[in-house]
């Protein structure tokens, strides 16, 4: 069955520095992938998403790029802030249907 | 913005009680409403989807005399745990869809903040 596979956390960096949180995916048919993140004491918001092959999702400079060939969705960030300190989700769609299917999770600290 | 309520966020119960938690959407109409259920260091696990007006359709391995949901409203879907035992504590969530009734739903869930339940 479809399934997400994502980099176990906890993550620690430092402010300015590069950010990379790798999701892979297993699904049949062409899900749609997605970036959820989770801040302390609130619900998991979209981020980012794409939804067909070589489509980059963006926003508040994070990015995602769908590659197909490596089953792979990683979420990146050139310069991570404290404010970007939260738990992120990565997630898939299947083609078919509404469920979705979510990857474990990866906590983010920055630190100043 | 799209703003979905979790009442309570935290609840005790004793072993064979049961307990409902809420999931609202606060300021549209949610034809759709997803519940979750996530375990310490695990994905979010889809329980049941819930459509407004009709039954809710289970997940394989969900018990569907054991976590009853009801979607009485467009605003409202309840999850009620019967006869709770400890192997039922987890963090619930809910998301709500703005999708149309019977068909597809759209690619933006909405997400409760999560409900921690804790049987003794």
């Known amino acids: 069955g479809d399934s997400v596979t994502q980099m176990e956390g906890p993550v620690t960096l430092s402010e300015e520095a590069f950010l990379t949180i790798n999701c892979t995916y297993t699904?049949?048919?062409?899900?749609?992938l997605f970036w959820y993140v989770q801040y302390p004491g609130e619900g998991l918001q979209l981020l980012l998403k794409a939804t067909k092959a070589d489509d980059k999702g963006s926003n508040k400079g994070f990015e995602a790029t769908y590659r197909k060939e490596t089953t792979s969705f990683h979420l990146e960030k050139g310069s991570v802030q404290v404010s970007d300190s939260a738990v992120y989700f990565c997630?898939?769609?299947?083609?078919?249907?509404?469920?979705?299917?979510f990857g474990t999770g990866t906590s983010l600290t920055v630190i100043p | 913005g799209a703003v979905v309520s979790q009442h309570p966020s935290w609840v005790i119960c004793k072993s064979g009680t049961s307990v409902k938690i809420e999931c609202r959407s606060l300021?549209?109409?949610?034809?759709?409403m997803f519940w979750y259920r996530q375990f310490p260091k695990q994905s979010l696990m889809l329980m049941a989807t819930?459509?407004?007006?009709?039954?809710?359709?289970?997940e394989q391995g969900v018990e569907k005399d054991k976590f009853l949901i009801n979607h009485a409203s467009l605003t409202l879907s309840t999850l009620t745990v019967t006869s709770a035992h400890p192997e039922d504590s987890s963090f619930y969530i809910c998301?709500?869809?703005?999708?149309?009734?019977?068909?597809?739903?759209?690619?933006?869930?909405?997400f409760g903040p999560g409900t921690r339940l804790t049987v003794l």
């Open positions: 819930s459509n407004e007006g009709s039954k809710a359709t289970y």
């Open positions: 699904a049949t048919g062409y899900p749609s």
């Open positions: 997630a898939l769609r299947e083609s078919t249907g509404n469920q979705f299917y």
């Open positions: 300021d549209f109409q949610a034809t759709t």
């Open positions: 998301s709500a869809d703005k999708g149309l009734a019977g068909g597809f739903g759209t690619d933006t869930q909405y």
